[in-house]
């Protein structure tokens, strides 16, 4: 069955390199268009990078969900003098993220006006968009790292060229924090597949890699650290999140939006695709401390956020707590908590794309973001509040919308295992409530100055914008099966392949949480 | 001819075709000179520059003539085994004609623009391109002392050759007494490694050490030190760089292009013949001095770049960094290394070039602030993504020559187990980057809208920005050919 499946895809279309060609496609297009039509820039890129959400969206209704393994993998050679190959493939982990990587592109690009240059602006987030699905798509380490660094240059030039006052220092900052992680990386990359070789041929193939665990117990876990501090930078877990908050607050809104949204889970699916499937042992050995992080993460990135005066920072921050919970739910090793932390990945990027999009479009309106400097925006803009509202519930992990779901099993899977890491990370979901409830309440409550009761509401275009962000926080809350149901047959590989290589053991946690009758693939495993 | 025949003396048997590109190179110099002797008038920059690049061209035809000889037949050497006749020189002497076609592009503009006789300008630079070239190729340590001297004195005076500007004469002085004196160690090396092993002779020297065991080695290895000394002046490797961002800031754009590029290939050449090839029974000897020469070259030319405010001294500085990165690799002492090391130094040649044309376009004026390329981006943006592609590609970014060559040279070390040294070269690769940044930034993000100096900008400069910039790119994506390339080009050391 499986082969026949494997069989399928690998005769057919290959999308996956489509999904990496169509946006680099659209931004060569784009830049050979006239400048003298400057109206044209955005709508073209924005066709284009439609058409690559179109191509995800494929991906996720021919990805066969009881698999565990790559799905509609495509592999080339590349560079043979050094057994690199050019090797794509998406299983449960990556499915979803791909999906909000082509459906965040053309949503930003409709919705976010750069203002000038619109030129360059859509090549870049055409460009990014094209990185994004190459980072999350790689199953060769060179490939990945070519594609994990590569993103940063349109980010860079994103808020170097539309940015707010201090953008040269935040985009220079957060240039050379991500290259100081992947510094060392491209060296561990190196020698693991140097290392792992022996006699055979060299490679860079993950999955050959991940079944090979030729190194040394010391080896792999030098090797981990390397890697673990590329994607804690990119996370960004406490005490290297510092890039975060002045990024975010300098970006543009479309940079905001992406960077949130996409190049933060970078980060995470980074530390479960490399960290944890190709240093096992590794993983289990480091997991506390880095728990450890991610809740501090969470107590520190809430407790920051409550005290901020900007509203974009403050949402900076509070993706800071968020992402602590993804790194608990990974290190937690359990079905649930993985999944969970799957499940944040996307969760977050939608409630928290969509705040980014919210402080932008208030900004437009206000031409300020400082919290003191608004109030009672709601009874000038009561549908703008509304949608805000949904949105903020959604952050805060409200029953009935997505952030729930995501931070319960987290929540969940992560007490077995690490108890009292969990007891300190539900405070987070309290004091989330609380910073975001209070700059709410700040925000749109109270009396409306003059300036404030000028406020237009939103604009149908807008609302069309947020509607995809809203109907995916409802949908996702009330029914998240569709998207539990393809995460887990790869989390479950995932931990079986832990258990296999290291003296890690899941405990029972009694039924799966998608009961389902035909779920018996792992067991191939 | 007769006479030395009754003499009883017998010249050795010259192979006139594996010498045709240096002897192109030098009928050329010679056409303009006396060209510009007869004809004055008729000495155009457009005839010096067209004799120059037709030069180029023609002697680059007869070496991939000779690359598919090597192929086919195998290296060879000829000139009593004084000249080495194989991949590696060939490949070198690829490598510095397209610099030669490049710089002589770029000086096209300079050369009208500021004044200077185009014949002596030219005529030195095929002079110094065929010195680079007897340089790479030499088997013999006295005729590569040979070609360093005459690569050097014609760098000599192409700095000193804008007889207006005081700094290009500081410039040129200053390179000329450290060039000398750098000359002085080499010449004690050589003198040194014939007393350790009784001749000048790559090829002797390598059988000799191979079949010796030296009971004493001081001698040995107070030759390669100076040897490495020596050459470590020439390819601005730290500690011996202090000349690099003075004489950088002052020469002539072009010149400094030429300098940074082909004068540093060059050395290196020199330095893989010797060390590699020659001395490769040493390994365990010169290894570990050149890794922590690569270190301290590394660690100085990224900490000391981003502390400069002049772009001319910055890029000097990253000059001396990427210097550091071949050292590395050289320091693996394996044949990947090697191959990783001409990787390294015929992407650097190329982005290096590109990155000169910009900063020769940009201006002339003794000082070359950083403040002078503000709002590039806005004013001339083609220009500015170009150099932003130089620039990113010099830092290492994917998808750039930079970042491939930057690999292999990680790769080689590791292989060599050099784990550390491997580490500092990406940390200050990261350090080295804020630089490059700097530049970047400096011309997207500007604080107020002033009036700007448009570059002066010639044609010719634009035929070498466009090449290097499609280069760095289609290698940086498909590299697999130049890795063939200069992995079939590692040094080989063969008598006859």
Redesign the interface.
């Known amino acids: 069955m499986i082969q026949l499946v494997a069989a399928q895809t690998a005769s057919s279309f290959p999308v996956l390199n489509a999904l990496i060609i169509v946006p680099i496609a659209g931004a060569l297009v784009v830049v050979l268009l006239p400048n003298s039509r400057p109206e044209l820039m955005r709508p073209v890129g924005a066709i284009f990078a439609s058409i690559a959400a179109a191509l995800s969206l494929y991906v996720m209704a021919q990805f066969s969900i009881h698999e565990a393994g790559f799905q509609f993998q495509s592999i080339q050679s ?5 057994g690199i190959n050019w090797h794509v493939g998406v299983d449960g982990i990556s499915l979803w993220l791909v999906v909000l990587t082509g459906l965040i592109t053309p949503i930003v690009l409709i919705a976010v006006d750069p203002h000038h240059d619109p030129k ?1 602006y859509t090549a870049w987030l055409l460009l990014l968009q094209a990185g994004s699905f190459g980072a999350f798509l790689a199953l060769d380490l ?1 490939l990945f ?3 994990f ?2 993103v ?2 349109p980010m ?2 994103l808020i ?2 539309w940015g707010y006052d201090d ?2 220092y935040a ?2 900052k957060f ?2 924090y991500t ?2 992680g992947s ?2 990386m ?2 561990a990359i ?2 693991v597949a ?1 290392l792992s070789a022996g006699n055979q041929d060299i490679t860079f193939n993950v999955v050959e890699l991940a079944q090979r665990q030729a190194l040394s117990t010391n080896t792999a876990r030098l090797c981990f650290l390397a890697f673990a501090l590329a994607f804690v930078i990119k996370v960004p877990i406490v005490p290297v999140h510092t890039w975060l908050p002045d990024a975010h607050t300098q970006a543009p809104t479309a940079g905001s939006v992406v960077l949130a949204a996409v190049m933060l889970k970078l980060g995470t699916y980074g530390l479960l695709r490399f960290g944890l499937y190709l240093f096992p042992e590794a993983s289990v050995w480091a997991a506390p401390t880095l728990a450890t992080l991610g809740v501090i993460g969470v107590v520190y990135g809430a407790i920051v956020a409550t005290m901020q005066k900007d509203l974009k920072r403050l949402v900076a921050y509070s993706s800071v707590a968020h992402m602590g919970f993804i790194v608990l739910g990974i290190f937690a090793f359990t079905t649930q908590s993985l999944e969970g932390g799957v499940l944040q990945m996307i969760n977050h990027g939608l409630s928290t794309g969509a705040l980014f999009l919210m402080v932008g479009m208030l900004y437009e309106r206000r031409k300020t973001r400082a919290i003191e400097e608004l109030s009672g925006i709601q009874s000038a803009a009561p549908v703008f509040a509304g949608f805000f509202t949904v949105v903020m519930l959604s952050s805060i992990g409200v029953p009935g919308l997505n952030g729930f779901v995501g931070e319960f099993l987290v929540l969940i899977g992560s007490y077995e295992t690490r108890r009292w890491w969990t007891v300190i990370a539900a405070t987070g979901v309290i004091l989330a409530a609380l910073y975001l409830l209070w700059a709410y309440q700040r925000v749109f409550h109270g009396e409306p100055t003059p300036d404030d009761e000028q406020t237009p509401d939103l604009t149908l275009k807008e609302g069309l914008v947020l509607a995809p962000f809203i109907a995916g926080i409802v949908f996702l809350g009330l029914y998240p099966k569709p998207l539990l149901e393809r995460i887990e047959p790869a989390v479950d590989d995932l931990i079986s392949h832990l258990e296999q290589h290291s003296d890690y053991v899941q405990p029972d946690l009694g039924a799966p949480v998608v009961v389902d009758e035909n779920h018996g693939s792992e067991d191939d495993h | 001819m007769g006479a030395l025949q009754i003499l009883g003396f017998v010249g050795p048997s010259v192979n006139w075709w594996a010498l045709l590109p240096q002897i192109i190179l030098l009928g050329a110099a010679l056409l303009i000179l006396l060209a510009s002797a007869l004809a004055p008038q008729r000495t155009s920059t457009a005839f010096t520059t067209i004799t120059t690049l037709c030069s180029a061209i023609t002697s680059s035809i007869v070496a991939i003539g000779l690359w598919n000889d090597v192929k086919t037949g195998g290296p060879s050497s000829s000139i009593a085994s004084a000249f080495g006749i194989d991949g590696f020189s060939i490949f070198f002497t690829l490598l510095i004609l397209i610099g030669l076609a490049a710089t002589a592009l770029l000086s096209h503009g300079y050369l009208d623009r500021e004044g200077i006789d185009p014949p002596e300008f030219h005529a030195l630079l095929l002079c110094s391109a065929a010195g680079a070239i007897v340089m790479a190729s030499a088997n013999d340590l006295i005729v590569m002392f040979l070609g360093l001297e005459a690569l050097s004195i014609g760098i000599y005076v192409m700095i000193a050759m804008h007889h207006r500007r005081s700094e290009a004469r500081e410039s040129a002085i200053k390179y000329f007494v450290l060039g000398a004196f750098s000359s002085a160690f080499l010449l004690y090396g050589i003198a040194l490694t014939y007393g350790a092993t009784g001749s000048t002779n790559l090829v002797h020297i390598r059988n000799y050490l191979d079949a010796v065991v030296f009971r004493d080695q001081h001698l040995l290895m107070a030759a390669m030190a100076l040897l490495l000394v020596g050459l470590s002046f020439k390819v601005a490797a730290a500690p011996f760089h202090f000349w690099a961002p003075d004489v950088y800031q002052g020469a002539p754009s072009p010149v400094t292009g030429w300098m940074a590029s082909i004068a540093k290939a060059a050395g290196f050449a020199a330095l893989l013949r010797i060390f590699f090839a020659a001395f490769a029974s040493h390994d365990v000897d010169w290894a570990p001095i050149v890794g922590v020469l690569a270190l301290i070259t590394l660690v100085v030319g990224a900490v000391m770049a981003i502390l400069q405010t002049d772009v001319k001294r910055m890029l000097a500085f990253s000059s001396v960094s990427h210097a550091g990165y071949v050292l590395v690799a050289v320091h693996a002492a394996s044949a990947e290394g090697t191959s990783a090391a001409l990787f390294y130094l015929f992407t650097y040649t190329l982005m290096v070039l590109g990155t000169f044309a910009v900063v020769g376009a940009m201006g002339t004026d003794d000082e070359h602030p950083l403040s002078r390329y503000a709002g590039l981006g806005h004013s001339r943006p083609i220009l500015a993504i170009g150099f932003t592609v130089l620039l990113l590609a010099q830092a290492g970014i994917p998808t750039t020559s930079g970042f491939i060559a930057k690999f292999q040279v990680i790769a080689a070390a590791v292989n060599n187990e050099s784990y550390f040294v491997a580490g500092v070269a990406m940390v200050t690769a990261v350090i080295g980057a804020f630089m490059y940044l700097r530049i970047v930034m400096a011309m997207y993000v500007t604080d107020e809208e002033k009036e700007r100096t448009s570059p002066t900008w010639h044609w010719t400069t634009s035929v070498v920005v466009i090449a290097a910039v499609s280069f760095t790119i289609l290698i940086g994506v498909v590299p697999q050919l130049l890795i063939e390339f200069a992995e079939d080009a590692v040094p080989i050391l063969i008598r006859g």
């Open positions: 590349w560079i043979p003098s050094l360059p060179f790292f070519v594609m660094e590569i940063l240059v860079y030039m170097g060229g953008r040269r985009a220079t240039f050379l290259m100081a510094a060392l491209l060296v190196v020698s140097t």
